[in-house]
Each structure stands twice: as structure tokens, then as C-alpha cells.
């Protein structure tokens, strides 16, 4: 069970938007504390996607954008590619554990 | 360009021990936190502890306290895990990721390493 919740899966055609929620508790998103998303291809390690509730590194499309409000937070991608097919966390600070603490992910279909 | 290359992994009988170096490169290793994190097969993220930049600032979740330490040396920039009592449930891929910042404040992870297998079976 894990502190922030996502749902198991989403799926979208390709050029559709489709969006990811990640709900938390008064202890974590409540609390202030900012949202972060991570983009997990297949085979591969965690990649940061977005940081501080809404921004991109250098180098990821504009496509993927993400919000936050009150004890929840949101991934929207835009105009879906088959690349994008991945598993997606959200992560954010637990003051209740004093630790880091992720969504269970979700796996995201491009049909 | 930003590396982060762990090694140290394998098989390991429950209640034994492995430690997890994490080599890194392209960047001033010492300015930065540093982090571990877990991924069980087939399971999600999860943290597992953190050091400062200068080492002297230690965290970890509550499922490794007192079982695993984390250590850093600045000189070799080499982030380590000395994982003690091993459990089955403590089989997963670790990843080193680093912070954005010198002090740990359990922010975002801004590059992750490869990652490592470490299997606790008897």
C-alpha cells in the first residue's frame, strides 16, 4: 500500500491526452510539500519528468505537463506518441515519515 | 554528462550482508545529497535512504533502520550501502540517485544509476 495513490493503468490512442492523478494525505501533498513525476520505460531506470509540481527538464517535450491542488496532483500528456508507453510515478515528502515517498505507478498503454 | 554506475549486487542468503557501491562522475560529487532507492521485481518505487553532501547528515526509512547504512566517500566519489540482516523481502533492484541539493530535504532525484539486483534467497 502505498502513500500516494495512482491508478494501475491508463491507456490512450496515439494523439490523444490522457492524464495520470496521484493522490496524497495532509502528512505529504496536504502538507505543501511539492510533486514529482518519473518516467520508467521499460528495462530501464526511473527518468525525472517533472519537478516541483510543474516543471520540465531540459529535454522533455512539452507534451507532459503537471499540476498540483489541495492533496492531490496530476501528469497530463498531450498528443500521445507510442514512446510514451512506460510506467509513470509520482513522488513527494512525508512529514508524518520524515521520508520521500512514491506512488505505486502506472502503466501506460498506447493502444 | 552526469554517471551514476552502482555495482556490488547478487545472490545472498537471508541474514547476510552485501554492500553497494555507487560510483559517480560529471558533477562535484561532494555538493550533492545522495540517494538510495528500491524497486522489488515486478513493484514500484521505493526510497530507501539518503546522506548529505558533506556525510554528515544520514536518513533512512523505518524498514532499514538499524540494518542498513549509508556512506559516502567524497574523495573516491563513491556513494556506499552496507545492507546487514538481509531479508527476502529486501530483493529489488537499487538504484543511487542524485539529489538536486547538498542538504537531503527529500526532494526530487534529478539522475539515477542503472541500478543493481540483489536477490536475498536461501
Request: hydrophobic share 30%.
Amino acid at each position: 500500500q502505498s502513500v500516494l495513490t495512482q491508478p494501475p493503468s491508463v491507456s490512450g490512442a496515439p494523439g490523444q491526452r490522457v492524464t495520470i492523478s496521484c493522490t496524497g494525505s495532509s502528512s505529504n501533498i496536504g502538507a505543501g510539500h511539492d510533486v514529482h513525476w518519473y518516467q520508467q520505460l521499460p528495462g530501464t531506470a526511473p527518468k525525472l519528468l517533472i519537478y516541483v509540481n510543474s516543471n520540465r527538464p531540459s529535454g522533455v517535450p512539452d507534451r507532459f505537463s503537471g499540476s498540483k491542488s489541495g492533496t492531490s496532483a496530476s501528469l497530463a500528456i498531450t498528443g500521445l506518441q507510442a514512446e510514451d508507453e512506460a510506467d509513470y510515478y509520482c513522488q513527494s515528502y512525508d512529514s508524518r515519515l520524515s521520508a520521500a515517498v512514491f506512488g505505486g505507478g502506472t502503466q501506460l498503454t498506447v493502444l | 554528462e552526469v554517471q551514476l554506475l552502482e555495482s556490488g549486487g547478487g545472490l545472498v542468503q537471508p541474514g547476510g550482508s552485501l554492500r553497494l557501491p555507487c560510483a559517480a562522475s560529471g558533477f562535484t560529487f561532494s555538493s550533492y545529497a545522495m540517494s538510495w532507492v528500491r524497486q522489488a521485481p515486478g513493484k514500484g518505487l521505493e526510497w530507501v535512504s539518503a546522506i548529505s553532501g558533506s556525510g554528515g547528515s544520514t536518513y533512512y526509512a523505518d524498514f532499514v533502520k538499524g540494518r542498513f547504512t549509508i556512506s559516502r566517500d567524497n574523495s573516491k566519489n563513491t556513494l556506499y550501502l552496507q545492507m546487514n540482516s538481509l531479508r527476502t523481502e529486501d530483493t529489488a533492484v537499487y538504484y543511487c540517485a542524485k539529489d538536486p541539493t547538498r542538504g537531503y530535504s527529500g526532494s526530487y532525484l534529478d539522475y539515477w544509476g542503472q541500478g543493481t539486483l540483489v536477490t536475498v534467497s536461501s
